[in-house]
């Protein structure tokens, strides 16, 4: 991996931070109209701000929720240990629960359990929770190294004057660090490469043009605005010449769940012969999984869709569909963008590889 290639360039805006004892989250919900914070100390508003998408983007609820969980093992360390199993395991199946696609999220969860389960015989409840928090700290560090692997790797990628598209959000407020697809971008903009972007509203939630055109502002990066109908006439057009897109899941057969929207985007640009990347760290893939047919999608509020930012837009009494996320056939994706290098058919067996799986 060759050195950073600018000073300028850093990890986005961290969507976790502490303040006093306190997580305090970037409220997504608010931006770009406002950076302003929410407060997820209490277990309750850590499991609302997830589901109701405070913090979003598959590493970064991963982080926040290893955070949530780490906060209530100080919480309940004046329990009895019989007391203390019980309502850990409430809090880390509650917290498991609050957004079923990302993959990250469990992982983050069953690395902070395993810690606290094999320590509660051995240690005493501070000193445990103080190791939840320290692994919590641990895992929030590996996805800033890891994002800044990715966007290096994947920086090489990128030619002189590409002009790239990207779908939904996966800069640093998704991914806690530089970001996974956006990192890629930024990074390939601070090598110098003149690059520019095409950028996915993203509806219904609006992720593209609210958080990613927001990112890409902050580091001047030249950046279009499109309605999410509009790549495939784009393409047409000879405008696009590579498209990278974050994942919330990846099967072990390269299958990847994104954003809703982001198989459209695959098949076109399948169809426009302009390769397909995914970005995403480690902690993305799902190794139960040998292929995308099982991957939960999210079936959010139909109020999604009838609605943007509260106002309606269409009929009252409107009947909607909101699936949050698609999955992308393996065979559509030229190269999966990770820590451990850019990862090529035939997947099963690059992904084995990365993972060290035996197989
Ligand atoms: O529903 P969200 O906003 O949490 O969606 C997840 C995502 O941010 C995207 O699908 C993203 O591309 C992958 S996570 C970096």
Redesign the pocket.
């Given at each position: 991996m060759s050195a950073l290639t600018s000073k300028s360039y850093h990890p986005g805006v961290l969507p976790i931070q502490f303040e006093q004892g306190r997580i305090m989250l970037v409220d997504q919900r608010k931006l770009p109209h406002e950076l302003c914070y929410f407060d997820a100390t209490a277990h309750d508003d850590m499991c609302f701000a997830i589901q109701d998408?405070v913090v979003?983007?598959?590493?970064s609820?991963g982080v926040a929720a290893a955070f949530g969980l780490a906060l209530n093992v100080a919480r309940l360390s004046t329990l009895s240990k019989p007391d203390f199993l019980k309502a850990f395991a409430l809090a880390t199946s509650e917290l498991n629960e609050t957004r079923p696609t990302?993959v990250n999220l469990r992982w983050a969860l069953q690395r902070i359990a395993a810690l606290v389960i094999q320590a509660v015989d051995q240690k005493y409840p501070g000193d445990i929770a103080n190791l939840a928090f320290k692994e919590a700290e641990k895992i929030f560090q590996e996805h800033l190294d890891a994002n800044l692997a990715i966007s290096e790797y994947g920086a090489a990628l990128v030619k002189q004057g590409d002009s790239i598209s990207t779908?939904?959000?996966?800069g640093g407020l998704?991914?806690c660090g530089y970001g996974?697809?956006l990192g890629v971008i930024r990074a390939a903009h601070f090598a110098g490469k003149n690059i520019s972007v095409y950028v996915d509203e993203t509806r219904p939630?609006n992720?593209g043009s609210k958080l990613t055109m927001w990112e890409l502002h902050q580091d001047a990066i030249p950046s279009t605005l499109i309605c999410d109908s509009m790549s495939g006439h784009l393409m047409k057009q000879g405008k696009i010449d590579l498209v990278i897109?974050?994942?919330?899941r990846i099967a072990r057969n390269g299958d990847s769940a994104?954003?809703i929207g982001t198989y459209n985007l695959a098949v076109m640009a399948h169809h426009h012969k302009i390769p397909f990347y995914i970005a995403a760290p480690l902690s993305t893939f799902d190794c139960e999984l040998f292929d995308g047919n099982n991957i939960p999608i999210e079936e959010r509020s139909s109020s999604e869709v009838v609605t943007i930012d509260g106002v309606a837009t269409t009929v009252p009494d409107a009947r909607a569909y909101n699936p949050?996320?698609d999955v992308t056939p393996a065979e559509l994706i030229a190269g999966i963008i990770t820590e451990a290098g850019v990862l090529r058919p035939d997947y099963r067996s690059s992904i084995d590889r990365a993972l060290k799986i035996q197989i």
């Open positions: 998408m979003r983007g598959a590493p609820i990302a779908h939904c959000n996966a998704a991914a996974t697809a939630r992720q897109t974050g994942a919330d994104n954003k949050g996320f």
